[in-house]
């Protein structure tokens, strides 16, 4: 499947043909098959089965799992998060 892109300027709008010709193009690109390559292969069940959430009701518990994970400083890795107050000094 070959990548097609359109560039359309501010305002302006796919034509009718353009339009039709993208979900003539979608539409045969859906009943394609996946793909998998080297760098992407298709997971087993078992490696799926491996995947968590990682959305924390709290961060006593982000900071739990992130032990757990060996991040022995989870509490460095908030640092990161917050904001940077920099004051500009004026001549």
Do not use: W
């Not at 995947?51 to 509490?75: Q, S």
């Amino acid at each position: 499947m070959e990548i097609v892109t359109y560039t359309l300027e501010v305002g302006e709008e796919l034509t009718h043909e353009e339009h039709a010709a993208m979900a003539v193009r979608l539409e045969s690109a859906s009943k394609l098959p996946y793909v998998y390559d080297p760098d992407c292969p298709l997971l087993t069940p078992e490696q799926l089965a491996e995947f968590r959430p990682v959305n924390f009701a709290t961060m006593e518990e982000r900071a739990l799992a992130m032990r757990k994970a060996g991040i022995k400083e989870p509490e460095t890795a908030y640092e990161a998060e917050k904001p940077i107050n920099i004051e500009h000094a004026t001549a």
